[in-house]
């Protein structure tokens, strides 16, 4: 739904194309697969499997309050100017927090809104505004709706299946389960699984550096929601998108990108159908409007609040509370300590929903290579202090 930046071959359906956006890129090498430009310096190389390496800046020891505080991450921009045309306002720092926003940004004012700005801020807006209905049209078969929704789309869809099994290629399933669970993230409204797949593999590959599509450094709520909201910005960071070649030579993925609004608002006719206007503003609107700050709050809180037990040389942070609501997404320090673990949740007492369903689908045949890290690989990543919170 909005955030697309190359013209699409159908400009009609791609201007709802998603909410986690497909970001280009400036080079031709594919993630973790070959190098970056000659200009950039990133911090790390995403490998999705169990030999992935991390790099530190040489010189560049790792401290949260160094890394969010400059431009160490990339050679590719230049210095900040603050209040200058870019709109770049003064360092701060976020409240309860080490990590200082250096690179903050007026977004609403001071710059042209293309098409595609305004759609995706419509469509958030009026899910918002959908979602204010709930306790004037409440009955509990509604509200059951909304929470089977939730768990149908969010878990099964945002984080078993745009997020660890095609970001990441954590596991792998049969194509029909893959392609089932495929198709109940694409009911989350968040984007289509090459978009979304697109969008997160870049956090990874430039985590929290001027080339980081949401971070914190740029302000709380960028990182959390107005960076759907900032095409051009997206598109100076990233250049041409080509980092989702396994997913577009499938003609699945394919189709969902082009016909992707179709599937929620058949949904939402569909909800409306069977129980009128409740089963909208419950099924729909509250439903919609909380997987979309769930998965919002994974970029933005799980940045700035929580513990980091990994030297992953990012901003990254272990957040219980996210985790709660998330399916175990919130344990992200651990996530990017190893991308390619299906489990977050290392810990025996860190609930991971997301995890014990793949163990599931294991345990049953239907889910295989399966990837975890190793105690050597945990050896290299783990702080000698025992790590560090805020």
């Known amino acids: 739904m909005a955030l697309i930046t190359s013209q699409p071959k159908n400009p009609i359906l791609n201007h709802f194309t998603?909410?986690?956006?497909a970001i280009p890129r400036l080079n031709k090498s594919v993630i973790g697969l070959g190098s970056f430009s000659n200009n950039a310096k990133p911090i790390?190389?995403?490998?999705?499997?169990?030999?992935?390496?991390?790099?530190?800046?040489?010189?560049?020891?790792?401290?949260?309050?160094?890394?969010?505080a400059n431009a160490a991450f990339s050679d590719t921009f230049e210095p900040q100017k603050q209040d200058g045309p870019n709109n770049l306002k003064k360092p701060r720092k976020i409240l309860f927090s080490d990590v200082e926003v250096t690179r903050e940004k007026e977004v609403f004012f001071g710059r042209k809104?293309?098409?595609?700005?305004?759609?995706?801020?419509?469509?958030?807006?009026s899910m918002h505004v959908l979602s204010l209905f709930a306790p004037f049209h409440f009955n509990w078969p509604a509200f059951w709706v909304a929470v089977s929704l939730y768990v149908v789309t969010g878990l099964f869809g945002i984080t078993l299946s745009f997020h660890r099994n095609l970001s990441h290629k954590s596991f792998k399933v049969p194509k029909w389960l893959e392609y089932f669970f495929a198709y109940c993230g694409v009911l989350a409204l968040q984007g289509n699984p090459i978009d979304w797949v697109s969008t997160h593999r870049y956090h990874h590959q430039f985590c929290d550096s001027e080339r980081d599509p949401h971070t914190p450094t740029q302000g709380f709520w960028y990182s959390h929601i107005t960076w759907l909201l900032d095409t051009n910005s997206v598109e100076q960071k990233c250049g041409e998108r080509n980092n989702v070649g396994d997913l577009e030579k499938q003609f699945f993925y394919r189709f969902?990108?082009?016909?992707?609004?179709?599937?929620?608002?058949?949904?939402?006719?569909?909800?409306?159908a069977i129980g009128g206007f409740p089963f909208l503003v419950w099924g729909v609107g509250v439903r919609i409007v909380w997987v979309y700050h769930i998965t919002w709050l994974v970029n933005s809180a799980c940045h700035v609040w929580g513990s980091q037990p990994w030297n992953t040389g990012d901003l990254s942070r272990n957040n219980w509370w996210v985790s709660l609501f998330a399916f175990g997404e919130g344990w992200h320090n651990n996530h990017h300590a190893f991308e390619y673990s299906a489990r977050h949740g290392l810990e025996w007492w860190e609930l991971d929903m997301t995890w014990y369903v793949v163990r599931f689908l294991q345990a049953i045949g239907l889910a295989t290579e399966v990837k975890l890290p190793s105690e050597s690989h945990k050896q290299r990543m783990a702080f000698n202090n025992g790590g560090i919170s805020t």
């Open 113 to 125: 809104w293309n098409t595609l700005n305004i759609a995706t801020g419509v469509i958030v807006l």
């Open 18 to 21: 998603t909410f986690h956006s």
């Open 256 to 272: 969902m990108r082009s016909s992707y609004i179709f599937h929620p608002l058949a949904l939402g006719a569909l909800l409306y």
């Open 44 to 68: 790390k190389v995403s490998n999705f499997n169990s030999n992935s390496t991390k790099f530190s800046i040489k010189n560049n020891p790792y401290s949260p309050k160094v890394i969010a």
